[in-house]
């Protein structure tokens, strides 16, 4: 699956914004999709994770309360949103799709995921 994302930019802290990430519709609603973001200078980590029914998100403990994950099988498209932005939020913003059912922990590892989008940019100043 081809996985393109979208809806990054130039946020204030408090700010909220969607981001976006539309798979190529091939079978879509057999991945179970994920966010991971990348910090300058920083690893890639995990920010959410979405089960391909939709019924089951896990979120990093950073962002839970303030990110919520979803999908619509219908656009074939997986969201983000990310409300109460920090400058910490600050990263490229990575979109995945994997065909492991992840359970826990697992969700937070890139290597369950095959497939990546290339990232978009959010930048949140405080």
């Known amino acids: 699956v081809q996985l393109q994302a979208s809806g990054g930019g130039l946020s204030q802290a408090g700010d909220s914004l969607r981001l976006s990430c539309a798979a190529d519709?091939?079978?879509?609603?057999?991945?179970?999709m994920g966010w991971f973001r990348q910090a300058p200078g920083k690893e890639r980590e995990f920010v959410a994770a979405?089960?391909?029914?939709?019924?089951?998100?896990y979120y990093a403990d950073s962002v839970k309360g303030r990110f919520t994950i979803s999908r619509d099988s219908a656009k074939n498209t997986v969201y983000l949103q990310m409300n109460s932005l920090k400058p910490e939020d600050t990263g490229v913003y990575y979109c995945?799709?994997?065909?492991?059912?992840?359970?826990?922990?697992?969700?937070?590892?890139?290597?369950?995921?095959?497939?990546w989008g290339q990232g978009t940019l959010v930048t949140v100043s405080s």
């Open positions: 979405i089960r391909r029914s939709g019924g089951s998100t």
């Open positions: 995945a799709g994997s065909t492991l059912n992840s359970y826990g922990l697992e969700n937070r590892d890139p290597r369950r995921y095959a497939f």
């Open positions: 519709g091939r079978t879509f609603s057999n991945y179970n």
